[in-house]
């Protein structure tokens, strides 16, 4: 009897935790899906979709282009340095482009917004399920997630390819002020390398990863913020919580879709 | 009887295995304001929100016009609930909004009117709620008050079929409370539309409500007419609608902790609308000490039940605080000197015989009570109308309790 106790009880354990793991994905599924399809709803939230754009696209782009900038110096100096030694500093502006253009772009922007449209969208939402204004749009019969997650799931969807590309052009930028400017590779070389080594393939595998990042960012910051009151702290405090594991969530989910994508893509 | 428009089942709810209700049985009719009341954190919020579906009951069933709320799903359900409008206890704006486009959503969301017409019925409730030229305002720019009343014409602003308000008068000042109370029975007259209300605001809502229910311990105890309430026997009832609940382990005595104060500018509040006086009676235990005296040396307990049987020959609308270890104040609405006068008549009658010896748990003298009265019938002070009470005392009345 204790035998089977000891054998029974971390089974019971671990299937309760499934259960509730997979009931946590199902519920998850179900909100990307409605959050999705009521984009598409008449009268379609084009107004919202717009000024949602403005708060994650438009501004989103200094800080997207301090962070590109930079990235792309940082590659222009370690990609010199470790190129010379094979006296392949010349293939400099290949490697700069297709880094970001394949992996560190889509990535840095994703992981960006993250930072600062995720978390503030995590925290409104939360704000507003703990101050019943949630409630308030059921009762008005306005419908919580067309009214607040589809608006920001479209701005996404139109803003990160945009930021993305952005991000790009920037970092190759950032690369050539350190190659060239810096280290005196020829500017001729450097863009004439970029042009011959980047496809159009590499260019739609970006845009791929940032559509995925972009649907990751939006459902989980608002799925976390949404269903704030079902955590185990209350008001403040599960907001704050809820906020936080937007973040550190989606940031971790943006890196592992990453390697999937990139596995998937290649 | 007519049959009822909402209709509770045998309801229960629990939260993680706390019981909020316990086979609720309840039912609202057309037209009508029914007020549910009951202590604080006993599940009447809880009772609202099934109401309008933002919780699903455990058991039971809600009937909405002939329709189970609890099988209704997408469109008919969706329907159903437009007819329904609801104030939040917190009121629930939207703080990224401005004021105007609050109270705007419902009707802008619809889509069913032009931008025109919809700002024309904003405004217009804007204008009915006294709500000026805040309209550009935010919600966290605006007082307690004031955000109730935006609240209020954002539930009416739809023109609705039912109105659930959850404690609309909370943490406003006695002008504002009696100005919303009084709109909630214009409005309802005007439009009439259904009105269930959560309110703590006893006797108030007890003048416009055409039904109470009273809920207590998951279970609704009472529900009829404020007429039957008036004449019900049952403790419960009475002791949480003359508001005589003493807190346990409450040392001094002293129920009212200056809450008589509050219902005296309410009283003001109306005296000055209705241009009728009110009447304040202050009973006074002149011999409490010599009682005392004489045995069990229980002060508070004595003066309590004496309060206690006090009240229970007052008018429902009547209230009745303790201000001191042996001083009991009456406020009297719509009552002048004269009747006053009458109703410490009445006191003396029911108070002097043989079935009041329960007030005494000892062998002793009888109780000495003296009444002071006042009249306010123009402007006038708390403070200062007691003390004109206490000065006049021994013109008045003066009665023993044996």
């Known amino acids: 009897m204790t035998t089977l106790t000891f054998i029974q009880t971390p089974l019971v354990w671990l299937g309760q935790i499934a259960i509730a793991r997979l009931r946590l994905l199902g519920r998850y ?156 590779i020829s500017p001729g070389i450097y863009f004439a390398r970029v042009e011959s080594s980047v496809v159009m393939a590499d260019v739609m595998g970006g845009f791929v990863k940032s559509l995925v990042f972009a649907v990751v960012i939006i459902t989980v910051c608002c799925f976390k913020g949404y269903y704030t009151h079902e955590g185990t702290e209350h008001g403040a405090k599960g907001v704050s919580i809820s906020t936080t594991s937007a973040v550190v969530v989606a940031s971790v989910l943006v890196l592992i879709t990453n390697y999937i994508l990139t596995s998937l893509l290649l | ?116 017409e919809i700002k024309a019925r904003v405004q217009a409730r804007m204008r009915d709620l006294d709500l000026g030229a805040i309209d550009g305002g935010y919600p966290s720019q605006l007082s307690g008050g004031m955000k109730k009343r935006v609240a209020l014409a954002r539930a009416l602003v739809t023109d609705p079929e039912v109105v659930l308000f959850d404690e609309p008068t909370t943490g406003l000042d006695p002008i504002r409370k009696n100005n919303v109370h009084n709109m909630i029975a214009e409005y309802q007259q005007k439009l009439g539309f259904t009105a269930v209300l959560i309110s703590h605001e006893i ?93 069990s040396g229980e002060a508070q307990g004595l003066t309590r039940r004496f309060t206690d049987r006090v009240r229970r020959q007052l008018r429902l609308t009547d209230t009745c605080s303790l201000i001191g270890p042996k001083s009991v104040l009456l406020l009297l609405p719509f009552t002048n000197l004269s009747q006053a006068k009458m109703v410490c008549g009445k006191l003396r009658r029911a108070l002097n015989g043989n079935e009041i010896k329960d007030i005494q748990s000892h062998e002793g003298p009888c109780l000495a009570v003296s009444a002071g009265l006042a009249e306010v019938a123009g402007n006038g002070h708390p403070e200062h109308t007691l003390a004109q009470a206490l000065a006049h005392k021994e013109i008045f009345y003066q009665f023993s309790v044996c």
């Open chain 1, 29 to 184: 599924a179900l909100f990307f899906l409605r959050s999705f399809v009521l984009i598409f709803s008449w009268p379609l939230p084009v107004a919202k979709t717009l000024q949602q754009t403005y708060f994650i696209g438009m501004k989103s782009v200094s800080i997207i282009c301090l962070t590109a900038v930079f990235i792309g110096m940082v590659l222009g100096l370690h990609g010199y340095y470790t190129l010379v030694k094979f006296g392949s500093e010349g293939v400099l502006g290949a490697a700069v482009a297709l880094t970001l253009i394949r992996e560190l772009g889509p990535v840095l922007t994703a992981i960006m917004l993250v930072g600062r449209a995720g978390s503030s969208m995590a925290a409104e939402l939360g704000i507003m399920r703990i101050s019943e204004q949630i409630d308030a749009l059921e009762t008005m019969d306005i419908n919580p997630i067309r009214f607040l997650v589809s608006p920001k799931l479209a701005a996404a969807l139109i803003s990160l390819p945009l930021l993305t590309a952005m991000a790009d052009v920037v970092g190759i930028i950032g690369g050539y002020l350190t190659g060239v400017l810096l280290l005196g």
């Open chain 2, 1 to 116: 009887m007519t049959t009822p428009f909402i209709q509770f089942k045998d309801v229960s709810k629990a939260f993680n295995g706390n019981h909020v209700l316990r086979g609720i049985d309840l039912d609202i009719y057309q037209g009508q304001i029914t007020t549910i009341i009951g202590k604080s954190g006993g599940g009447k919020s809880v009772l609202l929100k099934h109401i309008i579906g933002l919780l699903e009951p455990d058991a039971g069933c809600i009937i909405i016009d002939g329709h189970d709320l609890t099988r209704l799903r997408g469109r008919p359900r969706r329907l159903l609930r437009r007819r329904f409008s609801y104030m939040f206890q917190d009121s629930a704006l939207f703080d990224s909004m401005t004021v105007f486009e609050n109270i705007a959503l419902p009707i802008e969301e619809r889509g069913e009117l032009k931008a025109a």
């Open chain 2, 203 to 295: 006797p108030e809502v007890f003048y416009f409500s055409q039904r109470i229910a009273m809920l207590h311990e998951g279970r609704i105890i009472y529900a009829g007419t404020p007429h039957e309430l008036q004449h019900l026997d049952d403790p419960v009832v009475n002791e949480f609608v003359q508001g005589f609940e003493t807190p346990a382990g409450n040392a001094s005595g002293i129920v009212s902790d200056g809450s008589w104060e509050a219902q005296f500018n309410e009283e003001m509040a109306r005296m000055q609308r209705h241009r009728v006086p009110f009447a304040l009676v202050v009973l006074t235990i002149e011999n409490l000490e010599d009682v005392l005296a004489t045995g």
